[in-house]
Nanobody, 114 residues
Framework: VQLQASGGGLVQTGGSLRLSCAAS????????AGWYRQAPGKQRDMVAT???????NYSDSLEGRFTISRYNSKKTVHLQMNNLKPEDTAVYYC?????????WGKGTQVTVSS
């Protein structure tokens, strides 16, 4: 399983970004995909997850600014990030979990300037 994340970049406070993750390889149909982020000197935290059935879960800290979505047929998962704040600055990682295994992609940097 390989995960390729894209869409990060530099944006001003209040701006938007859309992250995408493309998965390849053998992915079990029943899985949970998600986005996590890690700021410098901090632990990696869950941002949002979504099951293959479409049930989404978000970090309470997001205040409704982010939306996760997925296209099972294309093995892609996206994270729409609106009203970005400097505290959203981090490396964002895509993740797929199934059959007790957890797969990570290389991160994509998101930097929000004040």
């Amino acid at each position: 399983v390989q995960l390729q994340a894209s869409g990060g970049g530099l944006v001003q406070t209040g701006g938007s970004l859309r992250l995408s993750c493309a998965a390849s390889g053998n992915i079990f149909a029943i899985n949970t995909a998600g986005w996590y982020r890690q700021a410098p000197g901090k632990q990696r935290d869950m941002v949002a997850t979504i099951t293959s059935g479409g049930i989404a879960n978000y970090s309470d800290s997001l205040e409704g600014r982010f939306t996760i979505s997925r296209y099972n047929s294309k093995k892609t998962v996206h994270l729409q990030m609106n009203n970005l704040k400097p505290e959203d600055t981090a490396v964002y990682y895509c993740n797929f979990k199934f059959l007790g295994m957890s797969y990570w992609g290389k991160g994509t940097q998101v930097t929000v300037s004040s």
